[in-house]
Every structure is written in C-alpha cells, then in structure tokens.
C-alpha cells in the first residue's frame, strides 16, 4: 500500500511530499521525495494524462501513480498492454518521438531476421565481408556478436554517430571479446556489413529497406522518421522516430517470439541470444539490455538501475533503453508490454544527481504495485 507524508517546514509551509511503501513486513519505504513545486508539476501532469485509458489501468495496481512519476521525470508518453489489450495509457501515445538508442536494440532483431535469411552467422568475423580489416591482427579476429554486444573493442562513446565508413576506422581499445564499452560505432558497423551483404545478395542495399521489409512491414509498424548519419545512411545506433503506440509493437513481437501470426520472422536460435549476457557485461546481451547483476564499470551500465541492482526485477525482463530514459520493456512472464518515452534534456543527462534520477525500479514497482 502507498502512502503520502507531508513534510512541514517551522513556519508551517509545505516542503516535501514522501511516496511511502508500506510493505507486508510492516516497514516504511520512501520511494520518493519529491517538493512541492515537483507535487505541481505531477498535478497538472495528472490531470493531463487522464485518459479513458487510464480508468482500464485499474487492472494494473499502479498506473496513475506511475504515470505521475513518469510524468515528474519528463515524461511524454506511457503505454502498457496485457496481452496484447491497453491495460494503462497516457495521453499523446500516438504522438511520435525519437527513441534514441532503443534503435540500437531494433538492429539486433534485425540480425536475426539475416541469420534466418542465410545472410550471416553471428559468430562470423566482420572482416568476412569488411575486406580492409583483413589484415589489422585485432580487426580481422572481431566477430558480429562482439559488435551487437558491445564487446568488439572500440572505444566507449555517446554523441553523434560517425558514417558507416569512418566508423570502420576507429582504431581498438581493448581487445576483442575482454570489455564492455558502450557507444555507437559497433552499430555503424553492423550497418556496413549489412549493407554489403545486401548488395551482394542483389537486394536494396539499404540496412532501414530491410529492416521495414522483413520486420516492421510485417508486424504493422509505422516509422514517423528514421535520421541518416553524415555519410547519408540510416543511423544504426540512434535515430529512429515512433510513436508508443507503435513502438510497442515491437515489443509484442519480442514478447512472442519473434513470431507474428505464428510465422517466425527472425531465426529463433539467433533470436534467443539476444537476451544472454556476456562475461564482459551479464546486463548486456545482444543490443538488448537485461536485468543481470553487472560488474562492467562502463559509464551507461553504471547509469541502469537494473544492471545495478535487479533483485526484485522479473528475470525475464528486457529492455531496449535510449538517451533521456526511452523505455521499451518486455516482460513475458508477465504477459506484459510498456512503454515509456520522455523529453530529452541534454543539461539534465550530463549532471544528474540524487532524487532528479529516474529509476526504473520505482517506476516498475509503482507499475506493477510491487
């Protein structure tokens, strides 16, 4: 059960307000401290959220007091389906946004869908197709799973994507297959060995051609804008743009499987390793990020709460995370479905401190009245 505590300053004025847990032990958890000026903002924001949707998150313990913290964490929209059905809603989920790295996670899938086309096999060396990298010692060993799972070697890095090409000259850091370093270059790759694998196939050379024609076209998803990078190709790492309503689709499709109607889209042993882990980061698998104790000191790992601290999380829970606290999480055991999307706020991302932190700890556990 929550409650609310006020907190009163000596000359009688509101200060605080405490979202408390009073849990089955009999202890009280603060699971938020928020002012006043914040107990506004969730207010107006409420009020703003009120949807005939949000009356059928009722079947869901916390969907108005999620949708507030949400909300009160620069929230735009949240959208959670049980069973393929609207269990709680925000307003404007139709309203389309960047995910920003969820991208990334929408690239994995697609390696699956080209495992499943004869295309390649993850555990193939990018020089198979990467001729100049043939002879660098290091290069030449990186496989395509070390890309998507961040273990390739290239330096950590947020920002702006280099093009396919200049991506494949960013010298190592760290040999293959030993670290975890997050950025966006693994992706930029990937879409370059795609993109030759596609012309040697005689297709459209376009990664994003394919990705719409093998998987979005079939799962019904609609793609408000996907941005290029310098060179003129669609972004791998970022870029992008859906609506919640659309977004969510996808992760119905993860959530069954990889499968839509019963027909497998995506080669479903490919698929599975998605969601493993590596020795270099167990809350990383393949573009994919999991709930997993990790020991990686790679600054974005370090940033998830649920790489830092899982216990409690559903383990078969995954996500597809992006900049500014993007959400697409994927929980089969519970039958559920959520997505979240909010304003990025680039002065926020780089100096975030203390209670101004999202959590999606908090935010699941008001969700899911746990």
Known sequence: MFRVALTITDNAQLHNVDIIDNNAAGKSVVLERISMMRVFTILAGAAA???????????????????????????????????????????????????????????????????????????????NTLT????????????????LSMTAGQPSAVGRPQGYADSLKIALVAAPGTRFQ????????????????????????????????????????RVAEWRNGPDGNPLMAQG????????VKI???????????????????AFAELFQGTEANAAYGLTWWLPRQSASRDPVTRTADFAMSPTGLPRDMVVAAGAG?????????????IVRQARLDLAALL????????????FLTLLLGK
């Open 251 to 269: 992760g119905e499709f993860v959530r069954a499987g990889g499968t839509v109607g019963g027909r497998a889209l995506v080669d479903k042993h």
């Open 49 to 127: 959220l009120a949807t005939p949707h949000a009356a059928i998150g009722e079947t869901l313990p916390g969907c108005s007091v999620a949708l507030a913290y949400s909300q009160a964490h620069q929230g735009l929209a949240v959208l959670v389906l049980r069973d393929g059905e609207v269990v709680c809603s925000s307003a404007k989920v139709d309203e389309p946004h960047e995910v920003w790295s969820g991208t990334k996670s929408l690239v994995g899938l697609m390696a699956a869908a080209a495992v499943q086309d004869g295309m390649l096999r993850l555990d193939e060396t990018a020089a």
């Open 351 to 362: 100096m975030r401190s203390g209670g101004a932190d999202w959590s999606d700890r908090q």
């Open 182 to 221: 997050y950025g966006p270059a693994p992706m930029q790759i990937i879409g370059e060995v795609m993109r030759r694998k596609l012309i040697a196939a005689g297709q459209d050379p376009n990664p994003r051609s394919y990705i719409e024609r093998r998987l979005l076209a079939p799962i019904g998803v």
């Open 240 to 247: 992008l743009v859906l609506s919640a309503r659309e977004w």
């Open 325 to 337: 606290d993007q959400r697409l999480y994927v929980i089969p055991s519970q039958r559920l479905t």
């Open 132 to 147: 100049e990298w043939r002879s660098d010692p290091q290069k030449s060993t990186v496989t395509l799973r070390q890309l």
